[in-house]
Structure formats: C-alpha cells, structure tokens
C-alpha cells in the first residue's frame, strides 16, 4: 500500500489542475461573451446645429466633418467655394462639402429663379436665409452663388500679383525677370478674369527670352449649368520665336459642373481672328 501512496497523490494532483484549468476555461469563455455583449461605442456625432461661432467680422465656414474656419468668403461660383484663411491660405472646396456658411460681412447672392438679395446669410444643410430678416429664407439648393457685395467697386475684385528679379554678377553676367498678375471680379452673374505673364532674360547683353501673354475672358451665367464666355481676348509676344504680336478673339461657351463633379470642363472657343 505504501508503494501506492505517490500513484494516488500524482491522480489526485492531476484532477485537480484539470479541474483548474476547466474552470479558467468556462471563466474566460464568461467573460469573452460579456464583453462581446457589450454595445459598440456611439460615433461622435457633429456639432449641433444651433451652435455657432461668436458673432464678429469674419466668415465662417462649416465643413461636414465639423471643423469651423474663420477668414474671408471670396465666392460660391459653379459649385466651388473658394476661401481665403490666415492659417490654411485660399482655398478651394467644393460646395457640398460645407456644412454651414456665415458671412460677417454682406454679400450678393444669387437664386435660381433670378433674384439677388444682399445682406449677411446664414446657410445649413437644408436652409439659407438673411441674418438681418430672418423670415427671408429659402431651401439651400435654390441658391446659385454668392460673391461680395461691399458698396465699393475695390469689393468685387480678387487676385494674386508677383514680381521678380534675379540679376548675377561675375564671370556670366545675367539678368532674370519674371511677373505675374492674375485678377477676378466677380459679380453673382458674371466673372471676369485677367491674366498677364511676361518674361525676360539676358546675360552678356544678349537676349534670350523676351515673352509676354495678356488675356481677357468675361464669363456670365445663362443658367446654373451653362455660361457664356463673350468675349475672349488673348494678345501674345514672343520675338525670340519669331512671334511678333499675336492677337486672338473669340467666344465660347461651358457647361458649369454639377456636385460632386471634380472632372474640367473645357472651354468651346470659336475664334473670331
């Protein structure tokens, strides 16, 4: 019976780690079931939409992730918002990635059916109405665009103009100069652009670009998808090339991109020289 003593001890420690083992089994199998019962965490949901940002002399946009901008509304034009801020520079969003808009400033919009009003505005998902007459509202798809509608004529236009000179010394001696301007203004049923760009360099006086372009192109919305172009004008110069001056004149027309819709449309031009 002695010799049977560790035979029975061996049995009943193996037992009793198989019972152990079953148990912290059926434990951990409890408490995989518990957290699989527990409810997925909620989506952070965007702000509500009473909330908006204190009353002051910037535009704000909204984007439909939630965040807020605050800087400067230079148009909603063909379904493009285009956005000028201190930390994010100009901007160009599409117009249906924005939530919310509002204008600290006045502004000329533009409705489907013809008529523009002026004054501040407010604009959510569904609605756009006047800040200054709040009862003065329509649905948000009836809006065709918005540009600023300041008393002064300096409020209509927008640009970008740059300059520069690169002049070396030593055994090349060279000159590089190079200028750009390009100049909107804007009105809800018009857009007129003007580009200028010209360039020049020299070393050893002898010349080795000497080219400058300036173009003209009035755009008017007939419709929220079709505008005009009358007139296009272009004047080009490049002696270099054996291009004296060239002068081009047309009209054309575009179809204006729907929402959503990121591919260019190209312009029809129908020269007249």
Same mark, same amino acid.
């Given at each position: 019976?002695?010799?049977t003593?560790?035979?029975?001890?061996?049995?009943a420690?193996?037992?009793?780690? =198989?019972?152990?083992?079953?148990?912290?089994?059926?434990? &951990?199998?409890?408490?995989?079931?518990?957290?699989?019962?527990?409810?997925? #965490?909620? =989506?952070?949901?965007?702000?509500?939409?009473?909330?908006?940002?204190? +009353?002051?002399?910037? +535009? /704000? =946009?909204?984007?439909?992730?939630?965040? /807020?901008? #605050?800087?400067?509304?230079?148009?909603?034009?063909?379904?493009?918002?285009?956005?000028?801020s201190?930390e994010?520079d %100009?901007?160009?969003?599409?117009?249906?990635?924005?939530?919310?808009?509002?204008?600290?400033?006045?502004?000329?919009?533009?409705?489907?059916?013809?008529?523009?009003?002026?004054?501040?505005?407010? =604009?959510?998902?569904?609605?756009?109405?006047?800040?200054?007459?709040?009862?003065?509202?329509?649905p948000?798809?009836?809006?065709?665009?918005i540009?600023?509608?300041?008393?002064?004529?300096r409020?209509? /236009?927008?640009?970008?103009?740059?300059?520069?000179?690169?002049t070396?010394?030593?055994?090349?001696?060279?000159?590089? %100069?190079?200028?750009?301007?390009?100049?909107?203004?804007?009105?809800?049923?018009?857009?007129?652009?003007?580009? %200028?760009?010209?360039?020049?360099?020299?070393?050893r006086?002898?010349?080795?670009?000497?080219?400058?372009?300036?173009?003209?192109?009035l755009?008017?919305?007939?419709?929220?998808?079709?505008?005009? &172009?009358?007139?296009?004008?272009? %004047?080009?110069?490049?002696?270099?090339?054996n291009?004296?001056?060239?002068?081009?004149?047309?009209?054309?027309?575009?179809?204006? #991109?729907?929402?959503? +819709?990121?591919?260019h449309?190209a312009?029809?031009?129908?020269?007249w020289?």
């Amino acid at each position: 019976m002695r010799g049977t003593q560790p035979l029975f001890l061996i049995a009943a420690l193996g037992c009793a780690l =198989i019972l152990t083992s079953l148990s912290a089994t059926a434990a &951990s199998s409890s408490s995989n079931t518990t957290k699989a019962a527990k409810p997925a #965490k909620p =989506i952070s949901a965007l702000p509500d939409l009473s909330w908006v940002p204190p +009353d002051d002399d910037f +535009d /704000w =946009i909204q984007l439909k992730s939630g965040e /807020w901008l #605050k800087g400067q509304l230079k148009a909603v034009q063909d379904h493009d918002l285009n956005f000028d801020s201190e930390e994010m520079d %100009y901007q160009t969003i599409e117009w249906e990635k924005i939530r919310q808009l509002r204008t600290g400033r006045n502004v000329q919009i533009l409705l489907l059916d013809g008529e523009v009003v002026t004054g501040r505005v407010m =604009i959510t998902p569904t609605e756009a109405w006047m800040l200054a007459d709040p009862g003065k509202k329509w649905p948000r798809d009836q809006v065709q665009s918005i540009t600023n509608g300041g008393s002064k004529e300096r409020s209509y /236009w927008s640009g970008d103009i740059s300059v520069g000179l690169t002049t070396r010394f030593g055994n090349v001696e060279q000159t590089d %100069y190079n200028s750009y301007a390009h100049l909107q203004r804007r009105t809800p049923n018009n857009r007129l652009l003007l580009d %200028y760009i010209a360039n020049y360099s020299a070393a050893r006086d002898e010349v080795n670009s000497n080219d400058w372009r300036v173009s003209v192109r009035l755009d008017t919305w007939l419709t929220q998808k079709l505008a005009l &172009s009358l007139p296009a004008l272009e %004047y080009f110069s490049d002696p270099i090339q054996n291009i004296g001056d060239r002068t081009t004149a047309g009209m054309g027309q575009f179809a204006s #991109k729907s929402a959503g +819709d990121t591919t260019h449309h190209a312009l029809e031009n129908f020269p007249w020289i």
